[in-house]
């Protein structure tokens, strides 16, 4: 659309909103606001408008300001207890020092509006020192902070550290079923770390399958929106209208993630009680024959094998299933471990339990394999290491889940 033909028409400007929903309560929390250019009863997105790199700032500035009055005015006079989720390009921000935004919200005020219910989305791209400083001073308001398309467009989330965003927006758009992309999961799992560790939480966009609700859900969104949930509409959507179908939805992930917990459980036991009866058989055995034995017991359910002592030197070399045939790799003899993610949490664990431990899916730093490693105790100084392959995780029920 031609962005003069918008400036002229700025009263056919509206905004639309889009809900989004919260894991902990199942309602609508908030309103993402969202631009529409309205003709002869037909609704225009107006992002093209605001993303395209020829609009004049001041424009963009003035189309934003007249969506952003108009949600307020509707937001206000239906006395809205939720949040306003509200698009800002940086730069307009950074030009007058966040003032006009502000002076907007103001005039508000005295009609029931809080701080705390707008919370202000960054494009992750946008980062700059000043408006860092803008941002932390709209925080010390109780504004809320969301850092927008994240890992879509070219930018650092960790440059937001600083400003303790309060969400982080991940869409789901490059997620598809069929792909199954283990690259983005790894990012989406790495995301959810840095939002526990920064104490902001997720918020997944463009949900538009179940799939991809229940992929939220487990992987650490607190909060949800897309096309699956609501689309954007002309008014405030009832904030209960869901709540029944997301509990229901919500319990059925519970059960199958409960499931997946229990085959896994159920693989761990089977593991630790056929290598105890193994390990005391030949206790006064040479650790290399014990790897032996296990391999021969295991030899589906298992490519390498190796002991190590409590502070993570390997005491044996590796023992390792390569292209079906068993072979020690001494160059392993004696390399620490220590350095592993979770390797001394690990040993101190299973110290205290006594009993064997299972990891969750990770990739394999040589085969580059999905892999889950199960490790026990064989004495008091002594730790047996026992990586499943993909293709025996792969066979089973829930233990690639
Ligand atoms: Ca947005």
Redesign the pocket.
């Given at each position: 659309m031609d962005a003069l033909e918008i400036m002229s028409n700025l009263d056919k400007v509206m905004p639309y909103y889009q809900p989004i929903f919260s894991a902990d309560e199942h309602k609508i929390i908030g309103y993402?606001v969202l631009g529409r250019y309205i003709e002869n009863g037909q609704v225009i997105s107006l992002g093209d408008f605001f993303h395209d790199g020829d609009t004049p700032d001041d424009y963009r500035c003035e189309v934003e300001d007249v969506i952003l009055q108009k949600a307020l005015d509707a937001f206000t006079n239906s006395k809205k207890e939720e949040m306003l989720f509200i698009?800002r390009h940086a730069a307009g921000l950074v030009e007058d020092y966040g003032e006009s935004f502000l002076a907007i919200l103001d005039t508000y005020m005295d009609k029931g509006l809080k701080y705390e219910q707008i919370v202000l989305?960054i494009s992750e791209g946008d980062y700059s020192k000043s408006l860092d400083n803008i941002l932390r001073y709209y925080k010390t308001l109780g504004i809320r902070l969301a850092v927008?398309h994240i890992g879509e467009v070219d930018g650092d989330i960790r440059h937001f550290a600083g400003s303790s965003p309060d969400i982080l927006?991940v869409s789901l758009r490059a997620l598809r079923k069929d792909a199954g992309d283990q690259s983005y999961k790894n990012i989406v799992y790495s995301l959810s770390m840095f939002a526990r560790k920064l104490g902001a939480s997720l918020l997944f966009e463009t949900v538009e399958a179940e799939y991809q609700l229940q992929y939220a859900w487990k992987n650490g969104g607190r909060y949800y929106q897309g096309f699956y949930l609501a689309k954007p509409s002309p008014s405030f959507a009832e904030p209960d209208q869901l709540k029944e179908m997301l509990r229901e939805k919500c319990s059925r992930f519970i059960t199958y993630e409960k499931k997946a917990l229990s085959s896994v459980y159920a693989l761990a036991d089977k593991i630790e009680t056929e290598l105890t009866s193994i390990i005391a058989r030949s206790k006064s055995a040479q650790k290399e024959k014990l790897l032996e034995e296990i391999a021969r017991h295991f030899d589906e359910m298992c490519f390498r094998l190796y002991i190590c002592d409590e502070n993570g030197f390997e005491l044996t070399p590796n023992y390792f299933k390569k292209e079906g045939k068993w072979i020690f790799q001494p160059e392993y003899l004696d390399k620490n471990w220590s350095w592993r993610p979770y390797f001394l949490e690990n040993i101190v664990r299973m110290n205290k339990n006594g009993g064997g431990l299972i990891s969750d899916l990770y990739n394999d730093i040589e085969t580059g394999e999905t892999i889950r490693t199960f490790s026990c105790p064989i004495n008091d100084h002594e730790y047996l290491f026992f990586d499943i392959p993909y293709e025996y995780l792969y066979d089973q029920e829930g233990l690639l889940y």
């Open positions: 993402e698009n989305e927008d927006k």
